[in-house]
């Protein structure tokens, strides 16, 4: 797999998900819940944020980053420029900490055990794509269904 294209694949889903943020008419719907939608668009965007930093930034980058996963579901009323500010920056994170991996790392077992078995670098990067991608699709349809 090539780094390079892992490296275009979050770089294009967290513009994205700037992207998407920005699109809400109402900068307070962000925070709307509704039905049984169980997160806002502003929880998955530092659910996001979140997971990137610890996952990528912390363990690849060695960015000193501490998770704090239950405020990413609890914390409410972000402004909007702050999480824009928050992708921004995990954005520069992820740059940064794939800069020092080399092809070859990709191979190596990632440090932590997340799932049941222990994975590759290169597996754990993909599914960490995926990830984003599920939430981004998650947060699209948020955007499009409750800010009206």
């Known amino acids: 797999m090539a780094l390079s294209a892992v490296r275009a694949l979050f770089r294009r889903d967290l513009n994205r998900l700037k992207s998407e943020?920005?699109?809400?008419?109402?900068?307070?719907?962000?925070?709307?819940?509704?039905?049984?939608?169980?997160?806002?668009?502003?929880?998955?965007?530092?659910?996001?944020?979140?997971?990137?930093?610890?996952?990528?930034?912390?363990?690849?980058?060695?960015?000193?980053y501490i998770r704090k996963r239950d405020l990413e579901f609890s914390q409410k009323n972000v402004a909007r420029r702050q999480l824009i500010e928050m992708v921004e920056n995990t954005i520069s994170v992820v740059d940064e900490s794939l800069d020092k991996l080399s092809e070859a790392d990709l191979q190596k077992e990632y440090p932590l055990v997340i799932f049941e078995d222990k994975m590759s670098v290169e597996f754990f990067l993909i599914h960490l794509t995926t990830h984003l991608g599920y939430h981004l699709g998650q947060i699209n349809y948020h955007r499009r269904l409750l800010d009206e």
């Open 21 to 64: 943020i920005q699109q809400y008419k109402k900068e307070e719907r962000i925070w709307h819940l509704e039905k049984n939608i169980p997160n806002t668009a502003g929880n998955l965007c530092l659910h996001i944020v979140g997971n990137l930093n610890a996952y990528i930034g912390a363990e690849i980058g060695k960015t000193g």
